[in-house]
């Protein structure tokens, strides 16, 4: 029969203060945090390579199951259980919230545990250094010090107390040591300086990743998104009235703008957003970025029904080539003085058929290039369309009589322009050009809408041609808003202060810890191998306010008188 | 005194075996960085805007009886719609369910939207043209304030049932745009729940015409 041999295993109960020990060392181990930020970068890949379930319905069941469901072709039956294991919602599962969290405390703990140690060097220095220091220091001077230990002490702690030195005195025997600090806690000056460099990588790899800029061209009275389609945080700016000043030579002055911002279908902030003042909100800047003037809100409304059948704030960015034209009669009285909107063509010329006021005639009033590009010469055509259709060309800036009539082609400006794609009307393409009145009143030219005719719109004066009604409601600007939204910035000014502080205490206070050692007719005083500057000059001051010579013999590292 | 060496002793009083090494000093520059990035991440990804809306809207469960395929409910032909249940802004709720039996067009749109505005016209006729064989059209606005809605309705004629996606959840399930990402977005449902086709971008009445005749033809078979 077989006898079976027990072991009897005595076991130490572990205590609270071992168990602490061992989670503290395990938190502040080099290879604990390196293991765990590997972790998060394999998750972090995997949640980059999958798809991965939205926020926004991550709580819905009936909406995860519509999302899976369109997964189905990617996946296969490795679906659901990708699902279950959290792979289609790495960053809200537990394991990488509770990696997460046990990092931070990692880092926590692992700096705490650095700083815990200067904290140590700070508030519980070494005291007393072995004599052998005192011969070998690499910062050592050696004072002739006449009087007893005890008196020359006594004076070395009051100048150095006066210095803003902190001085402790221990005797043993004939020998009085001294230990004098100042500006002790200086030395966190490098902990922060450190610090402020790792939070300046951090903030700006933050910027970078985190960061959202958006650039909105949005007219007065309309609203644009803030992100493309639909986003959970999705808003909308809406210009109420945007503003632009100039000065004389045309250079901008100001851009600002009446703004609105709306969330979830209710206004959540309004305000004036300026280039260097910008609304904020959430966490997010409307800026004014720019600025454009040349708009024009035109409307095709059924005229049946009353329907609008097209609306749009046309921004008119291109521009379309007009004379300038000042006709006056034989005493000199200037009859028209105005930018012709071309609307038709004959043969080359662009241009359209006027009345010249006073005159009883009509002219067909055109523009004509020769050559191309910069170097294009401009000319005005003239038809006269009530005697016998003569015609008469003018080059740019000259004058000519005809008729009993002078014609000055003051010059060939540009009129604010673009295609209206889709506009209702005969053409796929029309152009709408954008002018003035003589009087400053704004009028829009439609060419193309109507086959052989311009439309030619007041404000409020609508056109109805072959059942649609034709509105242009105004000139309009638009403003450019720029959307920011920078998490690292805050990081950045933190790193930027905490550096700033850094280097401040460590290059600007005089820290230094000295050692001395009195002994009849003889002080030695040194210092750690660092700061040498600032032990020369305590050095030297403390031997002239001891009235001491130096000690003949000296070594190499002495300071010199 | 008989200590050891002074100068190293000194020096103890700040060890640096703590930072030395090139895999050492990884620990604090990366640690921060990754809880930096993945606190930054949890952040936006912990669905804030989800609370804009009442957690009751949205998609819904399409209750069993009323999908007539035997798969999930997914935005794809042939497969049963996926339910939702949204406001009007006029104060009322609309689910899609309930619309079964009748032919359904569901169009996604925006104020902003130009595509959208230059479509809109489309709709409204054809609602005037199918509305007495049953076509409901359902048009889905994307996150706007109830005023700009009925706002834009009034102005163009709309008479149709419209809904607002007040957090953009919809966006998720219904893939609008497809590979494009963008509206307008149109489904064409036929009566029994089931999506026969999809537009991506503004429809012309031909192409309206092509996709509701396949709809209502259902109906009428």
Same mark, same amino acid.
């Given at each position: 029969?077989?006898?079976?041999?027990?072991? @009897?295993?005595?076991?130490?109960?572990?205590?609270?203060?071992?168990? $602490?020990? !061992?989670? !503290?060392?395990?938190?502040?181990?080099?290879?604990? /945090?390196?293991?765990?930020?590997?972790?998060?970068?394999?998750?972090?890949?995997?949640?980059?390579?999958?798809? @991965?379930?939205?926020?926004?319905?991550?709580?819905?069941?009936?909406?995860?199951?519509?999302?899976?469901?369109?997964?189905?072709?990617? $996946?296969?039956?490795?679906?659901?259980?990708?699902?279950r294991v959290g792979l289609f919602s790495v960053v809200a599962t537990w394991w990488f919230l509770s990696a997460l969290v046990l990092l931070a405390v990692s880092v926590g703990v692992y700096t705490l545990d650095r700083f815990l140690d200067i904290w140590r060097n700070v508030t519980q220095p070494r005291q007393q250094v072995p004599d052998s220091f005192?011969?070998? /220091?690499?910062?050592?001077?050696?004072?002739?010090?006449?009087?007893?230990? /005890?008196? &020359?002490?006594?004076?070395? #702690?009051?100048?150095?107390?006066?210095?803003?030195?902190?001085?402790?005195?221990? #005797?043993?025997?004939?020998?009085?040591?001294?230990?004098?600090?100042?500006?002790? !806690?200086?030395?966190?000056?490098?902990?922060?300086?450190?610090?402020?460099?790792?939070?300046?990588?951090?903030?700006?790899?933050?910027?970078?990743?985190?960061?959202?800029?958006?650039a909105l061209l949005i007219a007065e009275g309309t609203t644009s998104p803030v992100f493309p389609v639909s986003n959970p945080q999705q808003m909308q700016v809406e210009v109420l009235d945007a503003v632009g000043l100039f000065d004389e030579r045309g250079a901008p002055l100001d851009y600002r703008s009446q703004i609105i911002i709306y969330q979830g279908g209710e206004e959540v902030a309004r305000g004036t957003t300026t280039v260097n003042n910008p609304l904020l909100y959430g966490g997010y800047r409307f800026?004014?970025?720019?600025?454009f003037g040349d708009g024009a809100a035109l409307r095709v409304l059924d005229a049946a029904t009353g329907n609008t059948v097209y609306t749009e704030v046309l921004a008119l960015t291109e521009l379309s080539p007009a004379p300038a034209v000042v006709v006056r009669d034989a005493q000199g009285v200037v009859l028209l003085d105005d930018v012709i909107v071309p609307s038709d063509f004959i043969e080359d010329a662009r241009g359209e058929l006027i009345t010249v006021p006073g005159s009883g005639h009509e002219f067909w009033v055109g523009l004509s290039q020769d050559g191309a590009g910069v170097d294009a010469l401009w000319n005005l055509v003239v038809y006269d369309r009530d005697e016998t259709g003569a015609r008469f060309v003018l080059p740019e800036g000259e004058t000519r009589w005809e008729g009993?009539?002078?014609?000055?082609? /003051?010059?060939?400006?540009?009129?604010?322009?673009?295609?209206?794609?889709?506009?209702?009307?005969?053409?796929?393409?029309?152009?709408t050009v954008l002018s003035e009145t003589p009087e400053g009143t704004p009028f829009l030219t439609v060419l193309g809408a109507v086959e052989g005719r311009a439309l030619t719109l007041f404000p409020d004066q609508p056109?109805?041609?072959?059942?649609?009604?034709?509105?242009?409601?105004?000139?309009?600007? $638009?403003?450019?808003?720029?959307?920011r939204r920078d998490p690292g910035a805050n990081v950045i000014w933190v790193a930027a202060g905490l550096l700033l502080a850094g280097l401040m205490v460590t290059f600007y206070l005089p820290r230094l810890r000295l050692w001395a050692r009195v002994r009849a007719g003889e002080t030695v005083v040194v210092s750690l191998a660092e700061r040498r500057g600032v032990f020369q000059a305590e050095a030297d001051?403390?031997?002239? &306010?001891?009235g001491a010579g130096r000690i003949d013999g000296k070594r190499e590292g002495d300071v010199n008188d | 005194m008989a200590d050891p060496a002074p100068e190293?002793?000194?020096?103890?009083?700040?060890?640096?075996?703590?930072?030395?090494?090139?895999?050492?000093?990884?620990?604090?520059?990366?640690?921060?960085?990754? %809880? %930096?990035?993945?606190?930054?991440?949890?952040?936006?990804?912990?669905?804030?805007?989800?609370? %804009?809306?009442?957690?009751?809207?949205?998609?819904?469960?399409?209750? +069993?009886?009323?999908?007539?395929?035997?798969?999930?409910?997914?935005?794809?032909?042939?497969r049963a719609a996926p339910d939702f249940l949204l406001e009007t802004p006029t104060g009322g709720e609309l689910r899609l369910s309930?619309?079964?039996?009748?032919?359904?067009? %569901?169009?996604?749109?925006?104020?902003?939207?130009? +595509?959208?505005?230059?479509?809109?016209?489309?709709?409204?006729?054809?609602?005037?043209?199918?509305?007495?064989?049953g076509l409901v059209i359902v048009g889905v606005n994307l996150q706007e304030a109830d005023e700009k809605v009925n706002e834009f309705a009034d102005e163009f004629g709309i008479e149709f049932p419209i809904v607002i996606d007040r957090d953009g959840e919809l966006r998720n399930v219904w893939r609008l745009g497809g590979p494009f990402d963008g509206i307008p977005t149109s489904y064409f449902i036929d009566a029994s729940g089931i999506v026969r086709s999809l537009f991506y971008g503004p429809m012309r009445e031909a192409a309206l015409e092509e996709r509701l005749a396949e709809i209502l033809e259902e109906r009428a078979g």
């Open positions: 029969m077989a006898s079976v041999d027990t072991v @009897q295993r005595t076991s130490r109960p572990v205590r609270g203060a071992e168990l $602490f020990f !061992w989670a !503290w060392r395990l938190l502040a181990s080099a290879q604990f /945090a390196i293991a765990l930020i590997g972790f998060l970068v394999v998750a972090g890949l995997l949640a980059v390579v999958l798809p @991965q379930v939205p926020a926004s319905i991550r709580d819905n069941g009936a909406a995860v199951d519509a999302w899976l469901a369109l997964r189905q072709d990617s $996946f296969g039956p490795l679906t659901d259980p990708l699902y005192f011969e070998r /220091a690499a910062n050592r001077a050696a004072l002739d010090t006449p009087a007893s230990p /005890a008196d &020359e002490s006594a004076r070395i #702690e009051a100048i150095l107390s006066k210095r803003r030195f902190r001085v402790r005195r221990v #005797e043993q025997g004939a020998t009085t040591y001294l230990f004098a600090d100042r500006f002790a !806690w200086a030395q966190l000056g490098n902990f922060a300086t450190h610090i402020a460099l790792v939070l300046f990588l951090a903030g700006a790899l933050v910027s970078q990743l985190g960061g959202f800029t958006s800026h004014q970025g720019g600025y009993g009539l002078q014609w000055t082609f /003051a010059e060939a400006v540009g009129l604010p322009s673009v295609i209206a794609p889709g506009l209702p009307g005969d053409s796929e393409r029309t152009l056109v109805e041609i072959d059942g649609l009604e034709y509105r242009f409601e105004g000139r309009r600007e $638009f403003a450019g808003i720029e959307v001051h403390l031997r002239k &306010e001891l | 190293t002793e000194a020096a103890e009083a700040t060890p640096r075996r703590d930072w030395a090494g090139v895999f050492r000093s990884l620990v604090l520059p990366l640690g921060l960085l990754a %809880i %930096i990035l993945g606190g930054l991440w949890y952040w936006d990804a912990r669905g804030e805007g989800a609370n %804009i809306n009442d957690a009751r809207y949205g998609t819904v469960e399409l209750p +069993p009886e009323r999908n007539a395929t035997d798969r999930s409910p997914a935005v794809e032909i042939g309930d619309l079964q039996g009748q032919p359904v067009l %569901i169009n996604f749109w925006a104020s902003w939207c130009a +595509p959208c505005r230059a479509e809109v016209p489309e709709l409204v006729a054809a609602y005037d043209r199918y509305r007495d064989d």
